[in-house]
């Protein structure tokens, strides 16, 4: 009986031990979980949080683009560039810069990769194909004078920039262009290196064509046909900023040049004859257009001191007359005035 009493207590006194336990893990735990929580609570109101913060995706910074047909909003770097001006599309390929279309039936010598078929043809300079064009849905357009007639147009379908090279102040006008080209596509650091380095080569020869005392006249032949060209001209490039004195100050300024004889060249004797041969990259298809020395060096010339001393000098018409205004064509002009007057 003791026995069976003794048991029992024993056996109650097991259960209250027991039951002691479980009540003290289950107040620490509840003290662990209280405490993990102020720590949450402490970390979030420090702004320590340890999740990632959610960021807004950065907008695309957009440029405002003043030029002489307007003004055009353009983001930065953009897309599916379209490109109507040999000068521009000369500066980008300098600047690293891919493009996607082109106007590819009469590219110069120099840019005849683009006529690949992994760029658009774009149509003519002075014909686009619009159709081609709105299917692009191009970030930008590039224009010059042989495609103003077509700003409107363009423009509808995408920023368009006209960016001719002013002849009046060519210089100032080709440095805006180059700089410009380079903040559009974030090529600052390369435009302001080529334009270094050009200005350098052009200070050199300019020095060295207006101390020679020695003048020069630029001419374009076409059709048996020649037109002058003088400062502040189309090519008077030659004069205003390579240094060549002219012959004749009073040219008229136009794109066309002014037409003259050969007695006006005989009567001039200029010490240097640059001539511009039009019809050797602009012929109808299927005729052979005769070199400019055909026309040029006739008896009228042969009395003038530039071709009694072999300083009639035939300028690349790709570079002058089709191209020019570009970081390729600038100085292999610069390279051609310069052996000329050696």
Same mark, same amino acid.
């Given at each position: 009986?003791?026995?069976?009493?003794?048991?029992?207590?024993?056996?109650?006194?097991?259960?209250?031990?027991? $039951?002691?336990?479980?009540?003290?893990?289950?107040?620490?735990?509840?003290?662990? +979980? $209280?405490?993990?929580?102020? =720590?949450?609570?402490?970390?979030? /109101?420090?702004?320590?949080?340890?999740?990632?913060?959610?960021?807004?995706?950065?907008?695309?910074?957009?440029?405002?683009?003043?030029?002489?047909?307007?003004?055009?909003?353009?983001?930065?770097?953009?897309?599916?560039?379209? !490109?109507?001006?040999?000068?521009?599309?000369?500066?980008?390929?300098?600047?690293?810069?891919?493009?996607?279309?082109? #106007?590819?039936? +009469?590219?110069?010598?120099?840019?005849?990769?683009?006529? *690949?078929?992994?760029?658009?043809?774009?149509?003519?300079?002075?014909?686009?194909?619009?159709?081609?064009? %709105?299917?692009?849905?191009?970030?930008?357009?590039?224009?010059?004078?042989?495609?103003?007639? /077509?700003?409107?147009?363009? +423009?509808?379908?995408?920023?368009?920039?006209?960016?001719?090279?002013?002849?009046?102040?060519?210089? &100032?006008?080709?440095?805006?262009?180059?700089?410009?080209?380079?903040?559009?596509?974030?090529?600052? =650091?390369?435009?302001?290196?080529?334009?270094?380095?050009?200005?350098?080569?052009?200070?050199?020869?300019?020095?060295?064509?207006? %101390?020679?005392?020695?003048?020069?006249?630029?001419?374009?032949?076409?059709?048996?046909?020649?037109?002058?060209?003088?400062?502040?001209?189309?090519?008077?490039?030659?004069? &205003?900023?390579?240094? !060549?004195? $002219?012959? &004749?100050?009073?040219?008229?300024? %136009?794109?066309?040049?002014?037409?003259?004889?050969?007695?006006?060249?005989?009567?001039?004797?200029?010490?240097?004859?640059?001539?511009? *041969?039009?019809? /050797?990259?602009?012929?109808?298809?299927?005729?052979?257009?005769?070199?400019?020395?055909?026309?040029?060096?006739?008896?009228?010339?042969?009395?003038?001191?530039?071709?009694? +001393?072999?300083?009639?000098?035939?300028?690349? #018409?790709?570079?002058?007359?089709?191209?020019?205004?570009?970081?390729?064509?600038?100085?292999?002009?610069?390279?051609?005035?310069?052996?000329?007057?050696?």
């Amino acid at each position: 009986m003791n026995r069976k009493i003794t048991m029992m207590l024993m056996m109650i006194f097991l259960v209250v031990m027991l $039951a002691a336990c479980g009540s003290s893990k289950e107040g620490a735990g509840s003290s662990r +979980n $209280a405490n993990a929580g102020a =720590a949450k609570s402490e970390a979030g /109101a420090s702004g320590t949080n340890t999740a990632e913060p959610a960021t807004a995706a950065p907008a695309e910074e957009e440029l405002t683009i003043k030029h002489k047909l307007g003004e055009a909003k353009v983001k930065k770097n953009p897309g599916n560039v379209v !490109v109507f001006d040999y000068g521009v599309l000369e500066t980008l390929d300098k600047l690293g810069v891919e493009v996607a279309a082109v #106007p590819q039936g +009469n590219l110069p010598t120099h840019l005849k990769k683009y006529e *690949d078929s992994k760029y658009t043809n774009a149509g003519t300079l002075f014909e686009p194909d619009f159709e081609k064009l %709105s299917a692009l849905k191009p970030g930008v357009i590039f224009i010059s004078g042989r495609s103003a007639e /077509a700003y409107e147009e363009l +423009n509808k379908i995408a920023p368009t920039i006209f960016m001719g090279v002013d002849t009046a102040k060519y210089m &100032d006008s080709f440095t805006e262009n180059v700089k410009m080209l380079g903040q559009i596509f974030g090529k600052e =650091a390369e435009a302001d290196k080529e334009l270094t380095a050009l200005n350098d080569s052009i200070k050199a020869v300019s020095e060295q064509a207006s %101390s020679s005392g020695k003048k020069g006249l630029v001419i374009l032949t076409t059709g048996g046909k020649v037109s002058a060209y003088g400062p502040g001209s189309r090519f008077g490039v030659v004069h &205003d900023v390579f240094g !060549v004195p $002219a012959v &004749d100050d009073t040219i008229e300024a %136009s794109t066309h040049g002014q037409s003259i004889s050969f007695e006006y060249v005989a009567e001039k004797n200029p010490d240097y004859l640059f001539v511009v *041969d039009r019809d /050797a990259v602009v012929t109808e298809k299927g005729k052979q257009a005769e070199p400019a020395s055909k026309l040029v060096e006739n008896d009228l010339v042969k009395k003038t001191n530039a071709y009694k +001393n072999g300083k009639i000098i035939y300028l690349d #018409p790709s570079y002058w007359y089709l191209s020019g205004g570009g970081l390729l064509s600038l100085p292999e002009m610069l390279k051609e005035v310069q052996e000329g007057i050696k």
